[in-house]
């Protein structure tokens, strides 16, 4: 609820009803709106005490956003930069399978126990199919992650068309701040969610044991 808040509700509301002239105006309007998602990624990171990957990502979304803006580039900037990052975790995920560290095997080390599950793998034969079936994971969420760039990409385009600098741009980045969640964020995060579900209950079937034994 909070992210829901401070990521998407705050900045549509400033952005749909504080960019007018009687008001905070566009400059502010926009760098209003902004500082609330820019704020919460600091405050995160700070309260960590290190970066996080996904904070600092989102710190230099909101920053190449409020400089699209503030510098009055073309408008199309804003599509290619709300595509670029889902891109480039797609093209990562890909590239990642050559590597030693797949993306999916990486990201669920740190909630499973590893030395357990190979330990019933090996008893049951079952480690190249396991192996096989992080990959192929893998790759899915990759190819969900282009996608989802390809579609940010046209959304964008069609939601935000008016000349940077200007109320209309505001109001226009309000709406898609707003929309964006239900019909980007929560799609591509339940295609996410429907892999790594498969891939859970995969270890459940391979290990023959239920997957609460063998998370850390």
């Keep these: 609820m909070i992210e829901l808040a401070v990521n998407v509700v705050a900045p549509t509301v400033v952005l749909l009803f504080g960019s007018d002239e009687a008001y905070l105006g566009t400059l502010w309007g926009l760098i209003a709106a902004l500082a609330f998602p820019l704020a919460h990624s600091a405050y ?20 190449l956003t409020g400089g699209i803006g503030l510098l009055e580039l073309p408008v199309a900037w804003f599509a290619w930069k709300e595509a670029l990052f889902p891109a480039l975790f797609g093209v990562a995920s890909v590239l990642s399978v050559r590597t030693r560290f797949p993306l999916l095997p990486t990201l669920l080390a740190s909630a499973l126990d590893n030395d357990k599950i190979n330990r019933l793998l090996a ?8 192996d096989k ?16 760039a390809g579609v940010t990409f046209f959304f964008a385009r069609y939601m935000v068309v008016s000349a940077t600098g200007t109320e209309a741009f505001n109001t226009e980045l309000g709406r898609y701040t707003a929309m964006s969640f239900p019909f980007l964020g929560v799609p591509s995060t339940a295609l996410l969610l429907y892999i790594v579900h498969g891939v859970l209950l995969g270890i459940e079937t391979r290990t023959g044991v239920e997957i609460d034994e063998v998370l850390r």
């Design 123 to 130: 008893q049951n034969e079952q480690v190249d199919a396991h």
């Design 44 to 63: 995160t990171m700070a309260s960590a005490g290190k970066i996080s990957p996904l904070a600092a990502i989102a710190v230099v979304s909101v920053l």
């Design 133 to 148: 079936a992080l990959l192929k994971a893998t790759w899915q969420m990759g190819a969900i992650f282009v996608a989802t």
